[in-house]
């Protein structure tokens, strides 16, 4: 085959890889927080109008899409707490030439979204080697594709902060990847109880927010409007807010409730009555106005 024509060379599917951080921790527990990530990722891809397959294997879970719906799926995936991180990928036989040609694609097609930026382009291989059965190893694979993407591609080998990390993850098949995206991290949503959330002050959503990070399920209250809409999307379940006085929060939750929850900046003056008989929490007691606004901004929050 002629080089010039090998990375025009047509792939199969791509996938989407889902990486969790602390969940990897949580010892007897870790199969509970996965099967509780899995199905907060497929209800929300559900939400969004995605359609997708989610499976997981040993320490991944691969969210099969359509190919137009893969920058939504992406989009949603970031919001879902307890994922790390995602990468669009492309899924090919575990086979050394089907690895070496999908590389080729991928990198063929990552430099010509790149048109303009300056030659040649620092890159580095990155290999997972699962399948122990495949012929070479994960430094091998490094130095072959390393190898052939130089003699196609203007490129210069940097293995610190190179501008381009092609992705490699071998397991039954090959999933070759060239960028990868931030998730929210924390914990899957409804692995730690349920807390009512004050969402009436300025940062009421911001603290909102945090306890969903935390993996806990909200009861939102607010004695006068308050606008969450801005927080839907980081959840699994409609969000509803319940227009009642502090001193009601404990009536409106239909389970055990664990925490009264408030955006108290600095240490309370007093607590309120209405969390009274419940562990008082407050996740911006050691933030000023300006952290909190910066983290509105980042998460895209409506807060005041």
């Known amino acids: ?33 996965e099967s509780q990530l899995q199905m907060n990722m497929e209800k929300q891809l559900s939400s969004a109008a995605v359609d997708a397959r989610v499976t997981k294997i040993r320490g991944r879970f691969f969210v099969n899409v359509p190919l137009v719906q893969t920058q939504k799926a992406i989009d949603v995936l970031r919001c ?58 994960s430094m091998e694979v490094d130095s072959l594709l390393g190898e052939k993407l130089l003699e196609h591609f203007p490129l210069k080998v940097r293995l610190t902060k190179p501008e381009l990390v092609l992705g490699v993850e071998l397991y039954d098949r090959a999933y070759i990847f060239t960028e990868t995206y931030a998730g929210v991290g924390g914990l899957p949503v409804g692995v730690s109880g349920k807390v ?17 990070k935390r993996g806990c399920e909200t009861v939102l209250v607010a004695s006068r409007d308050a606008d969450v809409s801005s927080l839907q999307r980081y959840t699994p379940k409609k969000l509803t807010v319940h227009a009642v006085r502090p001193d009601e929060a404990q009536n409106v ?44 901004k980042r998460y895209a929050l409506a807060c005041a």
């Open 1 to 33: 085959m002629d080089k010039n024509d090998q990375h025009k060379r047509p792939v199969e599917d791509r996938t989407i890889i889902v990486r969790y951080g602390e969940l990897a921790l949580k010892g007897e527990n870790r199969r509970y927080f």
């Open 80 to 137: 879902v707490f307890g994922i790390v991180s995602v990468s669009p990928a492309y899924s090919v036989e575990a086979t050394e030439d089907k690895v070496v040609a999908c590389s080729i694609h991928a990198v063929a097609e990552y430099l010509s979204k790149r048109e303009n930026h300056p030659v040649p382009v620092a890159f580095r291989v990155r290999t997972r080697r699962i399948n122990k059965k495949f012929s070479l190893t």
């Open 196 to 212: 009512v959330v004050n969402v009436a002050g300025p940062f009421g959503v911001l603290a909102a927010f945090l306890m969903l």
């Open 253 to 296: 939750a239909q389970e055990k409730v664990y925490a009264f929850v408030d955006a108290v900046m600095g240490i309370p003056k007093k607590q309120e009555k209405a969390a009274r008989g419940l562990v008082n929490l407050y996740p911006l007691i050691a933030w000023n106005e300006e952290q909190a606004r910066a983290a509105c």
